[in-house]
């Protein structure tokens, strides 16, 4: 781990599981087995929640493990698996099967201003050098992480510290007080209750500033999760009107043509 990032280790404001590096944990499981198992990328995770509590199935009758998608569908023993970046699909359903496929959207990537010292707007700070240090998740881990680092070169912001949170360890315990800016999704930084409307906070990037890096959320039923019934439940859930309103109103381009505006 670097001296910066050590450095930047000793305080706390946003939850680490914006930045998307991995780390598993789980819910309490009923004693009865009719539970099911999920695997979530971490930037996922927020809006993944808010889904949960939308569908009905009561959060303890899911245990839930975050990470990147190559971890997830590493043995995991995964009902379900919704993962970031259409290409990695075929990898994940190699090892896991895939009776059933939904799209979920796009999310939008975005930088926040997690400690400026002016009123001047984000983006006019981070092309005046006035960003002494931003971070962002490791490309390698998290297709959010190749779409930050797309923007900041092709943006070619001079700021003095990148800091890359690399899997598996720096980013759980990871503080980000003394950083200027962190590069996340608007999901997750509206389920943290910070205003995307706020350009001295805020940078919400159109989709065209980071191709061709590909953010596409899907969800899969694995083979394992076939026969179980509150996995199905779930995964009906996600085709649903109702979950492409969460999504988009999360800051996610969905695709559902049969929901009505």
Do not use: W
């Not at 899911?62 to 970046?85: P, Q, W, Y």
């Not at 707007?121 to 002494?132: D, E, F, M, P, Y």
């Not at 065209?208 to 996995?231: F, S």
């Amino acid at each position: 781990m670097s001296t910066v990032l050590r450095k930047l280790s000793k305080s706390f404001v946003l939850p680490a599981l914006l930045l998307g590096a991995s780390s598993v944990y789980a819910y309490p499981m009923p004693a009865n087995g009719t539970s099911f198992s999920m695997g979530v990328g971490n930037n996922t995770l927020p809006v993944i929640q808010k889904l949960i509590t939308a569908s009905g199935i009561s959060p303890t009758n899911i245990r839930l493990e975050t990470g990147h998608s190559a971890k997830l569908a590493n043995g995991s023993n995964l009902d379900v698996i919704v993962f970031a970046g259409q290409s990695a699909e075929k990898q994940v359903a190699k090892k896991t099967g895939e009776p059933q496929r939904i799209v979920l959207g796009i999310p939008q990537l975005a930088a926040y201003c997690a400690n400026c010292q002016d009123n001047q707007s984000l983006q006019a700070a981070l092309k005046a050098g006035k960003v002494n240090s931003l971070v962002y998740a490791d490309p390698k881990d998290a297709p959010i992480g190749s779409a930050a680092q797309a923007v900041i070169t092709k943006m070619k912001y001079p700021v003095k510290n990148k800091i890359v949170l690399s899997h598996p360890k720096g980013v759980m315990d990871y503080q980000s007080q003394q950083a200027d800016v962190i590069f996340t999704t608007a999901a997750a930084l509206s389920a943290s209750g910070v205003n995307l409307n706020n350009p001295n906070k805020v940078i919400v990037y159109p989709t065209n500033a980071y191709r061709p890096v590909d953010l596409t959320h899907v969800a899969i039923l694995t083979n394992q999760g076939k026969n179980n019934v509150e996995a199905q439940q779930f995964m009906n859930f996600l085709a649903s009107c109702q979950a492409s309103k969460i999504l988009a109103q999360s800051g996610y381009a969905v695709s559902n043509k049969t929901c009505k505006s």
